[in-house]
């Protein structure tokens, strides 16, 4: 953005977005019903909600769904020390659940939130993108809606520019959380023109993404969180069909010493319940128990739950799509055509067929400085001039990281490192993630490298 456009973005009245008008309507105790609202990004999230995640044994007929309202959920990601942990900590201890049992949770992954009202938020305990990159990159996409903490205090930092481009390339929601604000330092405004800055199009400026000033000590502005949480899931249409067979997702898996192989999974469609035998990646399971995060037995597990699920045969891996099956038999068929099934492909093939990311190769761009990063961007824009073959998911300046390694596996993406040079830890990385990284000190060079890669996958346009 030009500083001209900046600067007249900041001086521009505040014009009640969607959002706002939808969350005034909850205070007042009105709702339009879900997706009533939709915005184009809503209308997305909802064509995305009623297309198949997986292409498996058990095809579900999306045409038959019968889609409710479910809680939202929801990742909160940031800079380190911007108070994610502090804030999962806070909304855990507010939940009326958690009030009613004493407060003793055992970490499983996920906890609902339960509000005053009654209403239900479930939130991914892993802070950070690390938990939401590697989700995606098994082609799970749990996160109906991602919280960016920002420190008002400190502002915009690397790690928050990372997580604004993963958000945005895989297209889900964002509530910003400025936090830290019941400190004397904190500058709320400036955060947010720098969050404008990196392309967030906060409700302040005209845009469509809320943020929410809160302190994850005092707790103040987290009811309001909250609410904008439930407000951004009404108008992105989060919806669950509870009737019909199981579909979840793997959170987390460990060998429990009493119980055997315990999976935490949340549940997207069907209610899970004892007796239901599941199917996850190369492993299956006839759910004997299911606790919730405070250990208590559960009978049943509408969409959107967290359950710790106990009776797995083996131990399925997080991010895995988590099917019922009618039968053990049927489960142990599945699982056997499973682990006959060739290797899989290469990560652009595969994100592709999945659809994940859009279409074509996705790129991280990284560079010495900023105008040669600047310059391979250009490059790649004009040789693209329909834009399909190649897309700019994240450039940086600056040697390439975990992150970016991260980031290029959870988008079926290559990396261009132009003039920058990559730790051995970072390359090893990059073989394990299966993510490709060329680099060079020529542009054209650079090029002709990523050239060769995308022919061998798709049509390259010159
Ligand atoms: P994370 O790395 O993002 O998970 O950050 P933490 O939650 O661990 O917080 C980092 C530090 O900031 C800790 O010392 C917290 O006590 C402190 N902190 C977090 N949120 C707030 C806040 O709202 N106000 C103040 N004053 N300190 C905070």
Redesign the pocket.
């Known amino acids: 953005m030009s500083p001209e456009k900046m600067a007249a973005a900041c001086r521009a009245p505040y014009v009640p977005g969607a959002r706002a008008v939808m969350c005034r309507l909850r205070q007042i105790g009105c709702s339009l019903g879900p997706g009533r609202l939709l915005s184009s990004r809503g209308k997305r999230g909802r064509a995305s909600q009623t297309t198949p995640t997986t292409r498996d044994l058990f095809p579900r007929d999306r045409s038959t769904l019968c889609l409710k309202p479910r809680p939202p959920v929801v990742t909160v990601m940031?800079?380190?020390?911007?108070?994610?942990?502090?804030?999962l900590d806070w909304l855990r201890k507010t939940s009326v659940a958690e009030r009613e049992a004493g407060g003793i949770t055992q970490h499983i992954g996920a906890f609902s939130v339960q509000l005053s009202t009654g209403e239900r938020l479930t939130f991914l305990d892993t802070?950070g993108h690390a938990a939401f990159s590697s989700m995606r990159a098994r082609g799970a996409s749990l996160t109906d809606i991602a919280v960016l903490?920002v420190?008002g205090d400190d502002g915009v930092m690397v790690q928050t520019r990372e997580c604004v481009d993963l958000v945005r390339s895989a297209g889900v929601p964002l509530v910003v959380a400025i936090?830290?604000?019941?400190?004397p330092g904190a500058e709320p405004e400036r955060v947010e023109e720098e969050l404008l800055q990196c392309g967030v199009q906060l409700e302040r400026f005209g845009g469509d993404v809320q943020s929410v000033r809160?302190?994850?000590?005092?707790g103040r502005g987290v009811p309001q969180l909250e609410e904008a949480l439930l407000a951004e899931a009404e108008l992105n249409a989060v919806m669950g069909d509870p009737s019909g067979p199981v579909e979840a997702v793997v959170i987390e898996s460990h060998v429990d010493r009493g119980l055997g192989p315990v999976a935490s999974v949340v549940v997207r469609h069907g209610t899970l319940e004892c007796g239901a035998v599941l199917v996850a990646g190369r492993t299956w399971g006839k759910v004997r128990a299911m606790f919730d995060e405070r250990r208590k037995p559960m009978r049943e597990a509408p969409p959107s739950t967290p359950v710790l699920t106990v009776g797995w045969r083996d131990l399925p891996t997080s991010g895995d799509n988590c099917l019922q099956a009618d039968s053990e038999s049927a489960a142990r068929s599945m699982v056997q055509h499973r682990a006959s099934t060739p290797a899989r492909l290469s990560g652009v093939r595969e994100n592709r067929e999945s659809g994940e990311g859009g279409e074509g190769v996705g790129v991280v761009v990284k560079g010495d400085m900023v105008g040669s990063v600047e310059v391979v961007v250009q490059v790649l824009e004009k040789r693209q001039p329909e834009g399909a073959a190649v897309r700019v998911i994240h450039s940086g300046v600056g040697a390439v990281t975990d992150s970016d390694v991260e980031l290029a596996a959870s988008t079926g993406s290559v990396i261009l490192a132009f003039g920058v040079s990559s730790t051995k830890s970072v390359k090893a990385l990059a073989r394990q993630k299966n993510v490709t990284i060329h680099s060079h000190t020529v542009i054209y060079k650079l090029l002709e490298l990523l050239k060769e890669h995308v022919k061998g996958t798709l049509p390259w346009r010159e």
């Open positions: 940031g800079h380190v020390d911007h108070g994610k942990t502090t804030l802070p903490v420190a936090n830290k604000c019941d400190k809160i302190s994850a000590v005092t």
